[in-house]
C-alpha cells in the first residue's frame, strides 16, 4: 500500500512562489510515474506535471510552463512542484499521485494512489 503526503501549501501575493512535496511511503515498486494535479471548485481536475522517475522525462501542462517545474528527489522519494509567479487563476487543492506508466502522463485517470491534497491560496 501506497501513503502520499503532501506539504509546502498555503497563501501568497500574486507574483509570489511556493514549493510543494509530496513523500510517498509503503510500496512503490511500480510508482514510475509522480504526478502533480490540481481541482478548483467547478473545474475539472487538472493534470499540470509529470515525471518519470527512471529518466527523469517530464510532462508539463502548457497552462504552467515555464512558471512551474517538477523535480524527483529518489533518495528521500519526494516530489517536488516548484510554483513562481504565481497568479489568483492558480488558487486550488493540489494532488499528488502515481502511476504504474512507462511514460509521464497528465490524464487523471492513469494514477491509483492520490494523497490527501495541500491548499494554494493566491491573492490578487
Known amino acids: 500500500q501506497v501513503r502520499l503526503v503532501e506539504s509546502g501549501g498555503g497563501s501568497v501575493q500574486a507574483g509570489g512562489s511556493l514549493e510543494l512535496s509530496c513523500k510517498a511511503y509503503?510500496?512503490?515498486?511500480?510508482?514510475?510515474?509522480r504526478a502533480w494535479f490540481r481541482h478548483a471548485p467547478g473545474q475539472e481536475r487538472e493534470g499540470l506535471a509529470a515525471?518519470?522517475?527512471?529518466?527523469?522525462?517530464?510532462d508539463i501542462a502548457a497552462s504552467v510552463k515555464g512558471r512551474f517545474t517538477i523535480t524527483f528527489d529518489n533518495p528521500k522519494d519526494t516530489l517536488h512542484l516548484h510554483m513562481k509567479n504565481l497568479k489568483p487563476e492558480d488558487s486550488a487543492m493540489y494532488y499528488c499521485?502515481?502511476?504504474?506508466?512507462?511514460?509521464?502522463?497528465?490524464?487523471?485517470?492513469?494514477?491509483?494512489?492520490w494523497g490527501q491534497g495541500t491548499q494554494v491560496t493566491v491573492s490578487s
Open positions: 515525471i518519470y522517475i527512471w529518466n527523469n522525462s517530464e
Open positions: 499521485a502515481t502511476s504504474d506508466l512507462g511514460s509521464p502522463s497528465l490524464l487523471p485517470s492513469a494514477y491509483f494512489q
Open positions: 509503503g510500496d512503490l515498486w511500480n510508482s514510475n510515474v
